[in-house]
C-alpha cells in the first residue's frame, strides 16, 4: 500500500499524521511525505473591470524542511518513510504526484487558512478529494484515541472496495469497526394521473421497507464476517434516514476516529458534483475515508 501524506505543518495538517500514527499499521506500507510551497499569487485589485493585478505576497513556507520533519516523526514510530517537496499551487501540485506515482491513498487536513490553493480554489482538500485517482482521507480533527471506525457501506462495489482496502492498512491491535448501512423512511406517492382515472395498483410500503431492512441487515452481517476474518473486532447497525446525516449521527454517538464510504464518481466531472454522501460526511466527520478505484479495476 503507497501511501500520499501532503502537509503544509499546519494545526489541521499534523491531524493528519497523527491519524497516521493512531490507526495506521506500520507495517502495512510505505508512506510519503510531500510538501507544497506556495508561489505567489496574483489577485485584481478591483471588482472593476480593470485587468490590473495585484501581487499577494505569502508568508515563506519551507516546504521541504516540514516534510523532512514529518518523515521523521513517522519515522521513529516504525512507518517507512520518505519525503519530497515541490513549488506551485498546492493541488495541482499533490493532484500531479498522485497520478503519476500511482498512490493508494492520500491523506491530508482540511484547514480553512492554510494552503495558499484556498485563495483561487477553495478548500485544497476538497479540491483533491474530487479530483484524486485513488482514495482520500481528510482530517478536521485529532483522533479521540477510541480507534473505532464507522463503515457505511450501500452493497455497491466501491464501498466493499472501500471496506477490504482499509483491511489492508489499519492496524488490527488499535482498530475496530461498526458497519451502518442506512434504509430510507418509507413514503407515500403522490397519484398524478387525471382525476376519475381508476387506479388498481397497491403497493405494501410497509412490507418494502421490511425487505429492504432485511437486504441492509444480510450486507452489514457479510461485511462485518469478512472484517472479522481479516482479524477486527466488527459489529453492525442498520439506520433509518439519509444516509449523509445518519452516519454523522452515528459517528458522533460511536466518537469515531474515522469514517469511511465509497464514491460513485467516474470521472472528472462527476467528481465536481457537491451533494454526494461521500462530499457530505467529508465536511462535517472527524475524519474521512472516500475510497475511489479505477472503474477497470479489480477490487481491493
Known sequence: ?????????????????????SLFDPSAGNVHVFSVAPEAVYLPDSLDTSY???????????????????????????FTVSSSSARGNPALEILRLLETEKYDLAVLGAGHTTWAGNLLLGSVSTHVLHHAPCSVVVTHRAPTGSGRILLGIDGSNEAMGSARMVTQILDRTKCSFTVANTVARPWAPIPVFPPGLPFHSHVDYRALQEQQIEHAWHLVERTCEELRDAGFDADGAVLSGSAGPQLLKEAENLSADLVVVGSRGLGPMKRTILGSVGDQVMRHAPATLVGRFPKDAESP
Not at 1 to 21: C, F, H, K, N, P
Not at 62 to 70: D, G, K, L, P
Open 1 to 21: 500500500m503507497r501511501v500520499l501524506y501532503a502537509t503544509d505543518g499546519s494545526t489541521a495538517a499534523r491531524e493528519g499524521q497523527r491519524l497516521i500514527t
Open 52 to 78: 490590473e493585478m495585484e501581487r499577494l505576497d505569502l508568508p515563506p513556507l519551507n516546504a521541504e524542511e516540514i516534510a523532512m520533519e514529518s518523515a521523521d516523526h513517522l519515522a521513529d514510530k516504525a
